[in-house]
Structures are given as C-alpha cells and as structure tokens.
C-alpha cells in the first residue's frame, strides 16, 4: 500500500512539474511597434491657488530644459538626467536619489512631491529610497527652494488629487498636461515630449506592413476578438479605450483591461492573457526590456 501511494504521490508531483513547465514555456518574448500614436507633454502639476511656488518651480524647469543648473559642481540638464536614466536601465544600474522622508513633519519647511513610483525611467523604487528622471528633478527643486524633500508614493491616479488638495505641494509622476486636469490643478511649462506606442507577442505579425499612425490604427479597427492593456489613469489607457479630452476615439472592437501599472500590462502580454499593450513609450520600453530578459 505505501508502495502503491509512493506511485500517486510521484505521479501527481511529475505532473505538477509538467504543468509548472508548460506555464513556463507558455511566455513569450515581447516587441514594440514603434510609431507614434500620440503628441504629449510632461509637466509639473501644482496648486491652482500657488502661484508663487509655480513661478519658482518654472524658473527650474527652464534652466533644466535650457542650460542646465548647477548641482554641486556639475551642471544638470533634463537631457544629461534623462540619458543617465536610460543608461542605468540598460545596465541594470538604478540610480537613487539617496536617503529621503515619506512624512511630513513641517510642511513650512519641506517640499512635499506626490508620485507614482512604478513608472522607470521617470520614478521608481530603489530599495527605500527612488530613483528616476523626475525624482532628480524633485531633488534638485527642493534644493533650489531650500526645501527638504518630502516624496510621498501613491496610486497614479490620487497625485493630482493630492495636489488639488494641498496634502502634496507639486505632483511629479510623467504627467501628461491636458485640460481635464488642468480643471484640478495648474502645470509648470512642460519638461518632456512624449508619444504612445504599442506592443505585441514576438510572433506577432498584424503590423509587420505599419509604416505610419494611420496604418497602425487601421489594423487596430480591423481586430476582431482581441483583449489588450494599459496602466488605468493613463494616456495608453485612454487611447484604447476612448477619451474625449485627450481627443482619442478609442476602439469598440477591442477589450481593455485597466491595470496597476504597464509593467503587470506587458507581463499579462508575455503569458498570452491579452494580445496587445498601450503605453507611453519609455515606460513601455522599460517594461519590455524587463520582461525579455
């Protein structure tokens, strides 16, 4: 009899691997199609009501976007902190922006910046601390306002909301300007152009012959039965799914699953759950990169 148990309870633990291994075995490789499908910009959401802090905060972003400021005894660009950005995800290096306070304790004397930090190159966790172009940036401007910097990390889509009401002083999360936001908060001039693109399965070949928009939208419309993702709250998202004040259509073709992050997005892609993701391009590259490994 325990002979006969010992069989079962092998067999059983064979087949576990087997399905383990063909669970494995089901992911694929991922690629980008890399058109764009959108025009946005970045900026820094503010307070309505501060526009003292918008004005200082708009003297960095200048300099930043123009000749640079001077950090220690360096002179920083948007250009050299985006750049040493995709350099770290290359290598694998993060770059945090060292030892830093999640809670308030003299609002008076802090810079407190509401983010999302699931968003590289932009801002990311490094163990405790963040890193990412716009947590260089929240540095540098606490810096500048001789402040100390507060980051406080939340879902994507409460940032403007906790700059609306005043539990944040700026919000810093790659958010792209439009005017359904503008209706809670203000902007600093913008920091960073961006686009959408989409990705697919490796083996994916429906827009193997795309050479412009207007041929990837054409291959969108013509989908049939197909399930896609994007980070809910965020530009991917509305351009699926329709979004008038971003000017987008959407497609009533497909099904789009909201999701946390691009990252779980392009991780569902990989397993087959859904057949295609939208996405800014940087974080959609980044997530790729991390999947393909």
Known sequence: MKKILTAVATAALCTACAISMAAC????????IEISLSNEQYGVAIAKDNDSLKTQVNEVITALTGDGVTVGDKTVT?????????????????????????????????????????????????????????MQIA?????????????SHMAFEAVT?????????????????SDERKETVDFSLPYYDTTQYIAVSVDNTDFDECKTEEDVVNVLKGLKNVKAGAAKAQTGYYYLNGNPDFEFDGFENITVTPYNTVALAVKDLSNGTIQLVCGDKDALNAAVKAINK
């Open 139 to 151: 540095k540098i401007l606490a810096d500048q306002l001789g402040k100390e910097l507060v980051v």
């Open 25 to 32: 075995s089901s992911s694929t490789n991922v690629k980008i």
């Open 78 to 134: 948007f250009s050299t902190l985006y750049d040493a950005e995709k350099e770290a995800e290359t290598s694998n290096t993060p770059i945090s922006i060292g030892t830093v306070k999640k809670t308030s304790t003299n609002r008076d004397n802090e810079l407190v910046v509401a983010t999302n930090a699931e968003f590289a190159p932009f801002e990311y966790m490094v163990g405790d601390s963040f890193g990412g172009v716009d």
């Open 161 to 177: 909301t906790a700059v609306a009401q005043g539990t944040a002083d700026i919000g810093l999360a790659a958010l792209t300007i």
